[in-house]
C-alpha cells in the first residue's frame, strides 16, 4: 500500500462526509445509554466467534458498506449464534444517495446510516454468495435486488442506533454487547504495520473512513478494515486509548459539493476520531 500514489490511495476512503454531518443533524432518533454494570479491563470479538474474516474492498470507495454488512454479520451472529458472510454489493448498488452533497453513493461513498435505512426498507441484506461483490475495481452496478436469485434477505434489520457523540464511556459500554460502525480519520493509515497507532492529526482530524470497532485493550482500541487481511495486524489496526480523550476539529466537514445546513467545524474526539460517531443496528 506504500507504493500507491495519492489518488489511488484515496479511492479507499469512502466516506461521504456532508452526508455524514448532515444526517447527525437530522437525527430525531434514540441515543444508547448503558445497561451493563462493571465494565472489563479489555474486549475482543476476534474471539467470540461472530466476525468473519477479514475482506478486500478493492478500488472502489465502499468502506461504508463493507463496515455496515460486517457489522450487520456480527449481530446476527450474536443473536441467532451462525455467522454468515453478507452482501456489501447489494447496499452498494441498491441505495441511493437522495441528498445532492459530497458523494454520489455507490463507490462514490456514503454513510453507514443510509445503508441501514435502505436494507431495512428493502426488507433485509442478503448473503455474500447470492449477491457476491464485483465492485472492486471501482464500479457499482445496477441494483439486482429484486431479481428472483438475489432477493432473498438472510438478515433483516429493524432499526439502529446511535451513541453519543465523542463519549468514550459510552463506546467502552457498548462494545461490551457487540462491535460498533465507526467514522474515522485513516489518511494516515497506508503505512501502518503493527502496534499501536497514534499517527493521526488529532489537532484537525478529518473523518474519511468507515471501519467495525471490536474491542479495546487497557491501552488500545481493537479496529476491523477492509483493506485485506496483507494490511496491518492481519487486516486489523490498534489505535491508541488514552485516559484522557484528545479532541481536535475538523476543519473541512464539507468537502465536495456543501450541503444545506451543514456545520463548517466539527469536534471530532479520539485517535483518528475513533469515538466521534458510532453506530449499531438491531437485528428483528
Given at each position: ?7 489511488e490511495?484515496?479511492?479507499?476512503l469512502?466516506?461521504?462526509?456532508p452526508?455524514l454531518?448532515?444526517?447527525k443533524q437530522?437525527?430525531?432518533g ?10 472489563p479491563?479489555?474486549v475482543?470479538?476476534r474471539e467470540?466467534?461472530?466476525?468473519t474474516p ?5 478500488q472502489c470507495?465502499s468502506c461504508?458498506t463493507?463496515?455496515t454488512?460486517?457489522t ?7 443473536k441467532?449464534?451462525s455467522?454468515m ?5 447489494q447496499i452498494?448498488?441498491?441505495t ?12 462514490g ?5 443510509l445503508?441501514?435505512d435502505?436494507i ?6 442478503t ?8 465492485s472492486?475495481?471501482?464500479t457499482a ?10 432477493g432473498?434477505p438472510?438478515?433483516?434489520?429493524s ?5 453519543p457523540v465523542n463519549?468514550?464511556?459510552s463506546v467502552?459500554?457498548?462494545l461490551?454487547?457487540g ?8 489518511s494516515?493509515?497506508?503505512?501502518y504495520?503493527?502496534?499501536i497507532f497514534?499517527?493521526c492529526n ?5 473523518i474519511?473512513h468507515?471501519?467495525?470497532?471490536v474491542g479495546?485493550g487497557?491501552d ?9 487481511s ?9 489505535l491508541?486509548?488514552d485516559?484522557?480523550?484528545p479532541?481536535g476539529?475538523?476543519l473541512?466537514?464539507?468537502d ?7 456545520p463548517?467545524?466539527v469536534k471530532?474526539c479520539?485517535t483518528?476520531?475513533v469515538?466521534y460517531d ?6 428483528s
Open positions: 500500500m506504500t507504493d500507491q500514489t495519492e489518488e490511495f484515496n479511492l479507499l469512502g466516506l461521504n462526509k452526508l454531518y448532515l444526517q437530522q437525527y430525531t434514540s441515543y444508547y445509554e448503558s445497561t451493563v454494570g462493571a465494565i479491563t479489555s475482543d470479538w467470540k466467534g461472530i466476525l477479514v475482506k478486500d474492498q478493492g470507495g461504508w463493507f463496515g454488512a460486517e450487520i454479520e456480527s449481530y446476527y451472529a450474536l441467532y449464534g455467522i458472510d453478507l452482501s456489501e454489493q452498494l448498488d441498491c441511493p444517495n437522495p441528498n445532492d452533497c459530497g458523494g454520489t453513493g455507490g463507490c461513498g456514503g454513510t453507514a446510516q445503508a441501514m435502505r431495512k426498507a428493502m426488507g433485509g441484506i448473503t455474500e454468495w447470492q449477491y457476491p461483490y464485483t472492486y475495481f471501482g452496478e445496477s441494483c439486482k435486488f429484486a431479481d428472483n436469485r438475489t432473498n438472510f438478515a433483516q434489520v432499526s439502529w442506533t446511535r451513541l463519549d468514550q464511556d467502552i459500554a457498548a461490551v454487547n462491535p460498533l460502525i465507526i467514522n474515522v480519520d485513516a494516515s493509515w497506508a503505512k504495520e503493527t502496534g497514534n499517527g488529532q489537532t484537525n482530524p478529518d474519511d468507515v471501519v467495525e470497532l479495546y487497557p488500545y482500541w481493537i479496529v476491523r478494515n477492509s483493506w485485506s496483507l494490511w496491518g495486524e492481519m487486516g486489523y489496526i490498534r491508541m486509548k485516559t484522557v480523550v479532541c476539529t475538523d473541512t466537514p464539507q465536495g459539493d456543501i450541503c444545506n445546513g451543514g463548517t467545524t471530532v479520539g483518528c476520531g469515538v458510532c453506530t449499531f443496528p438491531t437485528i
